[in-house]
């Protein structure tokens, strides 16, 4: 178990449901302290076979 405010959250494609195929999900930390909002990265899709935009989610 980690201790203190890093928190293990997933990220998943944005771009990848608009275009009806399976979203690629990462998972990572974050530190909840200093990003309280939802975090936003470039990830690479490989469905898609680019780099996109991908959301944490719940």
Do not use: Q, W
Not at 3 to 13: A, F, N, W, Y
Not at 16 to 23: D, E, F, H, I, V
Not at 29 to 48: G, H, Q, S, V
């Amino acid at each position: 178990m980690a201790k203190g405010p890093r928190v293990v959250i997933t990220l998943e494609c944005t771009e990848a449901r608009k275009l009806g195929k399976s979203p690629s999900r990462y998972t990572t930390t974050k530190n909840k302290k200093t990003t309280p909002d939802r975090l936003e990265i470039k990830k690479y899709n490989p469905f898609l076979k680019r780099h996109t935009i991908h959301k944490e989610i719940k």
